[in-house]
């Protein structure tokens, strides 16, 4: 019987890039967002390439029961492995936003992936196999800057929850990992507002979705507690813990090229 992974955030971008990496790999989906029409357009895409079933689930996680709400929508469908994926970048100061803003940006990059990650593991653990990845990002590893004020915390926030639950589930079967790509080439920028700058960078910065969807496959089957794709994004990140001060530097001084922080 094939083994079926749950993604949200999955109807476009890194989020669709895993979903096509696990149904090459012989998984099942459930594919998990608000795009209804890029759902099916994927479930569809993913049948015909490699013959996997995927059950979609139009769900607003922004909702305070967006969690119970699609435990309903599983109807009891057994989910051997979950990537927590959806999530955007908040632009802008902290003062620039109301505090509504923040809360739910809060409540989809931290609550929802650790309560959908507590409603899921206990059954994981019972079969003993589980496969869950948090889509942490480089930024975890980097100082804050200005714009994007609570990105960088949310994501270290998920880097540690995700190193935690790793240790905790040693000899279980579940292998729990927190993904942390660097610039990654998906619709997220234009989302934010930071293409332009996304586009001046060189190309060794930059890395492809389905490049970096097969990397973080792999390393969760290697059970890494955190793995930072691409080597570049590796170094930046030592960088930083060896020359913290220089990374704040760097990241004040090239805050506005790739953040809208106004």
């Known amino acids: ?23 090459q790999r012989g998984w099942n989906l459930v594919l998990v967002a608000r795009r209804e ?12 390439a490699h013959g996997a079933e995927s ?5 607003d996680l922004f909702s305070e029961t967006a969690v119970t709400d699609l435990m309903v929508a599983l109807n009891g469908t057994q989910i051997d492995g979950l990537i927590n994926n959806a ?7 902290f003062l620039n936003s109301e505090w509504d803003a923040h809360r739910k940006f809060n409540h989809l990059m931290t609550v929802v992936p650790v309560e959908l990650t507590r409603a ?36 270290s ?3 540690k929850f995700s190193e935690s639950l790793n240790a905790e589930m040693q000899g279980t079967g579940v292998h729990v990992s927190a993904l942390c790509p660097g610039f990654v080439l998906t619709e997220f920028h234009d989302v934010n507002g930071t293409r332009e700058g996304i586009n001046s960078l060189p190309n060794y910065m930059v890395m492809k979705a389905d490049v970096c969807a097969a990397l973080a496959a792999d390393a969760l089957e290697a059970d890494k507690a955190v793995f930072i794709s691409g080597r570049i994004n590796r170094f930046l990140a030592r960088l930083n813990r060896w020359m913290p001060w220089l990374g704040r530097r760097v990241m004040n001084s090239s805050s506005n090229r790739y953040r809208k922080a106004d």
């Open 37 to 48: 029409d890029r759902l099916h357009a994927l479930a569809a895409d993913l049948k015909a």
């Open 120 to 155: 899921l593991l206990p059954a994981m653990v019972e079969r003993g196999f589980g496969r869950v990845m948090q889509v942490a990002s480089l930024a975890g590893h980097m100082p804050g800057s200005k714009g994007h004020t609570l990105y960088s915390a949310v994501k």
């Open 55 to 59: 059950l979609v689930v139009v769900a």
């Open 87 to 93: 999530g955007y970048g908040h632009s802008g100061t």
């Open 1 to 23: 019987m094939k083994r079926t992974m749950l993604i949200t955030g999955a109807s476009a971008g890194l989020g669709a890039a895993l979903a096509r990496e696990y149904a």
């Open 157 to 159: 926030y998920l880097i």
